[in-house]
């Protein structure tokens, strides 16, 4: 199985401020045909997750665009330009190259 | 807009067999560009993918519960289920159903349900 770790653990921000959260995989997620099977959810306190971004870097719709995906092969990171309230809740990443699809532990996101 | 929901017993005995079903509204399940998928989280953790159904037939499943589960599809009712027999209390989960987007190597989950409580004990 892909091994997916996030850092950090947990993540207090401060509204207006940028965040960033880093994922990275045991092995390249990188295809042959240029993708990079990495996808960001953002899972609210007690809601289902809703993805944010796939495809490594691809905004999902209706995602504000406060939120963008960067990397390639086995280091990506979730950035938030500038954090709002309704941004808090876990973030997990997901590699979607090979079954089992796996998960990152999560990354808490709470308002300082 | 695609909506899922779960629905099933809350409450499952050892050794019995947990089942849940998730309707689709919104879209066809025999969609051939989609794929049916489900996922779990215990209390306080991570997601695991349990597995992935698609409209060809094909199931994918998580080795780590190969062995105990199925995915099923009802056209009929545009729905499908999960089945996993021989339940323990490492099965006390939410079980989420969720849409894999899309074509032949799926890389989202797009559009999930609210999730439902299952809890395995006597």
């Known amino acids: 199985d892909i091994v997916m770790t996030q850092s950090p653990l947990s993540l207090p921000v401060t509204p207006g401020e940028p965040a960033s959260i880093s994922c990275r995989s045991s092995?390249?997620?990188?295809?042959?045909?240029?993708?990079?099977?990495l996808a960001w959810y953002l899972q609210r306190p007690g809601q289902s997750p809703q993805v944010l971004i796939y495809?490594?870097?691809n905004r999902a719709s209706g995602v504000p665009d406060r939120f963008s995906g960067s990397g390639s092969g086995t280091d990506f990171t979730l950035t938030i330009t500038r954090v709002e309230a309704e941004d808090v809740g876990v973030y997990y990443c997901?590699?979607?190259?090979?079954?089992?699809?796996?998960f990152g532990g999560g990354t808490k996101v709470d308002i300082k | 807009q695609v909506q899922l929901q779960e629905s099933g017993p809350g409450l499952v005995k050892p050794s019995q067999t947990l089942s849940l079903t998730c309707t689709v509204s919104?879209?066809?399940?025999?969609?051939?560009?989609?794929?049916w998928s489900w996922i779990r989280q215990p209390a306080g953790k991570g997601l695991e993918w349990i597995g992935r159904?698609?409209?060809?037939?094909?199931?994918i499943y998580n080795p780590s519960l190969k062995s105990r589960v199925t995915i099923s599809l009802d056209t009929s009712n545009n729905q499908f289920s999960l089945n996993l027999i021989s339940a323990t209390a490492a099965d006390t989960a939410v079980y989420y159903c969720?849409?894999?987007?899309?074509?032949?190597?799926?890389?989202?989950?797009?559009?999930w349900g609210q999730g439902t409580l299952v809890t395995v004990s006597s």
């Open positions: 997901m590699q979607a190259l090979q079954a089992p699809l796996t």
């Open positions: 159904l698609s409209t060809s037939g094909t199931t």
């Open positions: 495809l490594g870097s």
């Open positions: 969720a849409r894999e987007a899309s074509g032949w190597h799926p890389y989202m989950h797009d559009f």
């Open positions: 919104g879209g066809s399940i025999s969609s051939d560009t989609d794929h």
């Open positions: 092995q390249s997620l990188l295809k042959s045909n240029g993708y990079n099977y």
